[in-house]
């Protein structure tokens, strides 16, 4: 929390010292990884000035693994945007075929059910697919999710 607090020069000064304590904590070399994989998450999320050069001078000298430090965390890092992607990835392919299927059986889709669409989740794109065969419009495929959901269906 204290990192949310210190932005922009103030953490990539910090850094170094930060790095250094958990390194001499004397803990367990999984368990140093991985405090330092989630405070080095955390300093990248909350501050753009932090990058793997910083990352990387901040360890410098500190940790005799580094290496292998570094290259936990950008590992770990990697797999989650692979994750991300394929969440993304997953919600466009639902959303283009639910475009499709709005196209094929009402000719059209409007700009406000493109917009419910573009901004859906996994589970209401996958109502909104199960509604296009009670709906009688387009609009009519968003619109049954929410009385569905509300419970008055």
């Not at 000064?13 to 790095?19: G, H, I, S, T, Y």
């Not at 004397?26 to 909350?46: R, S």
């Not at 493109?114 to 794109?125: G, K, M, V, W, Y």
């Amino acid at each position: 929390m204290v990192l949310h607090h210190i932005r922009d020069e103030k953490l990539r000064e910090l850094l170094p010292a930060a790095v250094l304590l958990i390194c001499r904590a004397n803990l367990d070399k999984h368990i140093t990884g991985e405090l330092l994989y989630q405070f080095l998450t955390y300093a990248v999320k909350v501050n753009d000035n932090i990058d793997d050069e910083v990352i990387q001078s901040s360890l410098d000298g500190i940790c005799e693994y580094k290496e292998e430090i570094m290259t936990t965390v950008i590992e770990k890092w990697e797999a989650r945007g692979e994750a991300r992607g394929e969440a993304r990835g997953i919600l466009k392919g639902q959303s283009q075929f639910l475009y499709t299927l709005i196209e094929r059986r009402f000719g059209s889709v409007p700009t406000e059910v493109q917009d419910r669409i573009h901004e859906a989740t996994e589970d209401e794109l996958a109502r909104y697919a199960v509604n296009i065969f009670d709906a009688q419009s387009a609009r009519e495929v968003v619109e049954l999710s929410e009385e569905t959901t509300n419970g008055h269906q």
